[in-house]
């Protein structure tokens, strides 16, 4: 069998270009966020009353709210 040619093309060094997809900043917190909520709640206490919980969870939105006003 004889050996093939090689292929070329006319941008032989040249790289592909890069497509430049950009999420904005809500795309990514707002699931986090709603993650972090549902997760707090499913770790929150085993008692009956509410309270803690909604105490926690909102401790943790006031420091999120922080968080984000400081990144902004």
Do not use: K
């Amino acid at each position: 069998m004889s050996p093939r040619p090689a292929l070329t093309s006319a941008h032989s060094n040249a790289p592909a270009p890069r497509p430049t997809t950009r999420l904005p900043w809500w795309a990514v917190a707002l699931p986090a966020l709603a993650f972090a909520a549902l997760l707090t709640l499913v770790t929150g206490s085993g008692h009956g009353g509410s309270a803690p919980a909604a105490e926690s969870l909102a401790q943790f939105t006031g420091r999120l709210h922080e968080l984000l006003l400081r990144i902004m």
